[in-house]
């Protein structure tokens, strides 16, 4: 299985490289992106970032936005992620009342293949400002107290999540979320 890290901050994504150290995998910086780039991968990950916001900034993330768009391949959005993934599919994005960095309790609404193993409460860490309050084209999977943590696209193989499972220094178990993705679409 070969993936593809579209990394949406500068940093060299060390959180990643550790959960994905037995996987083929290539990062590609979000302005180097090309629409098409996706059709050499098995699956697609959208990192977080902190330079841009997408509903601010449209024009910087054109070619990934495109790409969300057209890939028929599983994806998964973190963070930021989610937040291109909303903006490639139309959803509405909302400033949260205030900036939330904290582990937090996650419940899961819907039963769904990455959440196997967890219960029906978990731990997670959250990094966020904005969230997707009513979506359209997806359904809800898990929330916490204060936004929708993770979402699924209702005909297409996309997930978002608004926590971060990629971040393994906590203690906590949503990295079990990026478990499960990566081994149901092993190949």
Not at 8 to 17: G, M, S, T, V, Y
Request: net charge negative.
């Amino acid at each position: 299985m070969k993936i593809l890290i579209i990394n949406n901050k500068w940093d060299k994504l060390p959180n990643f490289r550790k959960s994905l150290k037995e996987y083929n995998y290539d990062i590609i910086d979000f302005h180097k992106i090309k629409r098409n780039d996706y059709k050499r991968y098995d699956l697609i990950i959208l990192s977080w970032g902190e330079l841009y916001e997408v509903h601010e900034n449209p024009e910087k993330f054109e070619e990934e936005l495109e790409l969300i768009r057209l890939c028929d391949k599983p994806i998964l959005g973190i963070c930021l992620g989610l937040q291109m993934v909303a903006y490639a599919f139309w959803e509405t994005l909302m400033k949260l009342e205030k900036y939330y960095k904290e582990t937090t309790q996650v419940t899961i609404m819907k039963d769904d293949k990455v959440f196997s193993g967890l219960p029906e409460k978990f731990t997670a860490n959250v990094d966020h400002r904005r969230c997707v309050p009513n979506p359209k084209n997806f359904d809800i999977i898990a929330v916490s107290y204060h936004c929708i943590e993770a979402l699924k696209h209702k005909e297409k193989e996309i997930y978002w999540v608004q926590f971060h499972p990629e971040i393994l220094e906590w203690e906590v178990n949503g990295h079990i979320v990026m478990e499960n993705f990566l081994e149901i679409y092993k190949k």
